[in-house]
């Protein structure tokens, strides 16, 4: 994803919550300088930060990539993170909370 992309959801969501670039710098432990060159897309966001700067701005992660994914991008995405993980314990772990997730999802929207 484009910097100036990421940068503009960044401020959006950020201005949609009413916080200064300072109040946002210190929901995510970073300084006033850092937030305002995300958002101009002079400097690249980390990928481990997107998930703190979700919380921070009450977005999902994906609002991050909103138009830039393919379906087929989603499903590698979640490889992706599967493959981080070293044992088969653990990737079996993961498979059984997604499905418990996706089970929830499920029921949810078909209340």
Excluded: C, H, W
């Excluded at 300072?22 to 966001?45: C, H, M």
């Excluded at 909103?66 to 590698?76: C, I, S, Y």
Aim: negative net charge.
């Amino acid at each position: 994803m484009e910097p100036q992309v990421l940068g503009e959801r960044i401020r959006r969501a950020r201005e949609g919550l009413g916080l200064s670039q300072e109040d946002l710098a210190e929901r995510v432990d970073k300084d006033q300088r850092a937030i305002s060159d995300y958002e101009r897309g002079e400097r690249r966001v980390p990928a481990i930060d997107l998930p703190v700067l979700a919380i921070a701005l009450d977005v999902p992660i994906m609002y991050f990539y909103q138009g830039e994914l393919k379906a087929n991008d989603l499903g590698r995405a979640v490889l992706e993170q599967m493959n981080r993980l070293e044992s088969e314990a653990a990737k079996q772990a993961l498979v059984e909370v997604v499905r418990i997730v996706v089970d929830a999802l499920l029921i949810k929207t078909n209340d």
